[in-house]
């Protein structure tokens, strides 16, 4: 089973039966085949079939001076370009793009689509709308099995791989689709290969072994995604400061990239003479951090594409900056917005209690970070530029729960890893709800996109049908394509919204 072979067959038949299909309807009136576009004369827009579909459905609009150089002719549903794949003059066949609906101010989606035609300096619509039909379809990857006692070695085919334990932790994708995880894989057959980091990729159809028997136990290993030099790291989450990536030109070789340090004492109180606890006057939330907190509970970090540092939540929930170029780690935790939840226990980022396992740069503006957190059940927004922390998304009190809607209305319960693709759509693995969750950062909208809330389980089709069991890995690729780390499934499965 090579499912991204498969796909890309589907696609090519899918384009090879379009062209006949245009030859057959630029074929019907041999009259006006071939005839070329006159700027003097406008480009009329007669009618289109059919008029609903999903994506890369073959359309075909009929009129006149379309013209047959398809590099002239450009085609839009909405605002998403068509691809053409031919032209007769009176005929264009074009693709159905993906998911070319608007949203409506209330966050929903109006499926309803203007097709708009330009040639050269000329415009023409179309009266009627095309209906585009959003299709969800959930697949598995590779594992799925809870009864697996065994685990890959590395090389396997990935219709054959099993694991022997969940993927409870955060996962990668990169630019070339490549996707990354980690897993425990110590049982009582086998205690000598705890904490293996794997890759797999769709169209090799192969599972790689990166690393394996990595320190377990406060050594923890977990993997981030650096955006600007597009590579996966790995960092231990509780003991040492060191990062390392994988290296594609290397064969995914690990690389020690830098140690970050600390240098200065960051204590905000300190014993007078009569031993009472007063505020220590050196303390600044600049000073570098020291101590435990330093090394502790690191679980997900993230580059800034403006600057090139990165950011992540430590032990008490200290937000911290570390500087690739100098390796210092700086603790910028910021303020709380009045009435926020948890004001007033600390420095915390946010709050001490949870975990963070997500983080996100708004790829619109990079002032804005994106955090999920267990302990509030909630999506939280840190603003650069104010240095203020607020709830972006879910219970102001921090309420476990199901709703969906708009996002200060809206419930989560421990979401976990979230991902923004390029169109600003943010997915989150909504763990003890089973489901992915998608706020539509345009308008705030909460949806639930696959799974069914409050049901755990493991079943592959639609959005609707599909069934999750603690999902907590999520990232997103170029192509809009959203891989879960489905935990206690012990499976990566795909999401293609289109």
């Known amino acids: 089973m090579k499912k991204g072979k498969s796909l890309m067959l589907l696609r090519m038949l899918t384009i090879v039966s379009a062209l006949a299909l245009c ?15 006159d700027a003097s004369q406008p480009v009329v827009a007669e009618s289109f079939a059919p008029t609903t579909g999903p994506l890369a459905t073959q359309v075909i609009l009929r009129g006149s001076n379309f013209g047959t150089d398809v590099s002239q002719i450009h085609v839009f549903f909405n605002d998403k370009e068509a691809p053409v794949l031919g032209s007769s003059g009176d005929h264009i066949l074009v693709l159905a793009p993906r998911l070319p609906g608007r949203y409506l101010d209330d966050g929903t989606v109006d499926n309803h689509c203007r097709i708009t035609v330009h040639v050269a300096d000329k415009t023409v619509t179309f009266a009627d709308f095309f209906d585009y039909q959003i299709q969800t379809n959930v697949t598995t990857l590779v594992g ?44 009582d057959l086998d205690s000598n290969n705890p904490n293996v980091v794997y890759c797999i990729n769709e169209e090799s159809g192969k599972i790689r072994v990166l690393e394996r028997g990595i320190t377990g136990f406060l050594g923890t290993p977990y993997i981030c995604y650096d955006q600007v030099r597009d590579r996966c790291c790995r960092f231990h989450s509780n003991m040492g400061g060191e990062l390392y990536y994988y290296d594609r030109e290397n064969d995914f070789s690990p690389m020690l990239w830098f140690s970050y340090s600390q240098y200065k004492n960051n204590v905000r109180t300190i014993k007078d003479a009569e031993g009472n606890d007063v505020e220590n006057p050196d303390w600044s939330p600049e000073i570098l951090i020291e101590g435990l907190n330093a090394l502790a509970c690191k679980h997900m970090f993230v580059t800034r594409p403006s600057d090139g540092f990165w950011y992540g939540r430590i032990d008490q929930g200290y937000f911290v900056s570390i500087n690739p170029n100098t390796h210092e780690m700086r603790n910028i935790s910021g303020y709380y917005e009045p009435n926020t939840p948890n004001k007033g226990s600390g420095i915390g980022f946010a709050t001490k209690n949870g975990e963070c396992d997500g983080m996100a740069f708004d790829p619109a503006d990079d002032t804005k970070l994106y955090f999920t957190n267990t302990g509030s059940n909630s999506v939280w927004l840190y603003d650069f530029e104010t240095r203020r922390l607020s709830v972006y998304a879910g219970s102001s009190s921090g309420s476990a729960g199901f709703m ?9 319960d421990s979401p976990r890893q979230l991902c923004i693709d390029k169109d600003r759509n943010m997915y989150i693995a909504d763990a003890n709800n089973h ?39 999520i990232a997103v690729d170029n192509d809009g394509i959203i891989y879960v780390g489905d935990s206690r499934n012990r499976a990566i499965r795909r999401v293609a919204i289109e």
């Open 23 to 37: 030859t057959t309807a630029c074929n019907d009136d041999d009259e006006q085949k071939g005839v070329p576009f």
């Open 144 to 187: 799925g099995d809870k009864s697996a006692t065994n685990y890959p070695v590395g090389g396997e085919d990935l219709a054959t791989v099993q694991f022997n334990k969940e993927i409870s932790k955060p996962i990668v994708c990169d630019s070339k689709k490549n996707i990354y995880f980690t897993m425990d894989t110590e049982s």
């Open 404 to 412: 969906d809607g708009q996002r200060t209305q809206a419930l989560f």
């Open 435 to 473: 489901c992915i969750r998608k706020i539509v950062m345009a308008t705030g909208f909460v949806s639930t996109v696959a799974g069914q809330p409050r049901q755990p389980g493991y079943e592959n089709g639609t959005g609707e049908t599909a069934l999750f069991d603690t999902p907590v890995g």
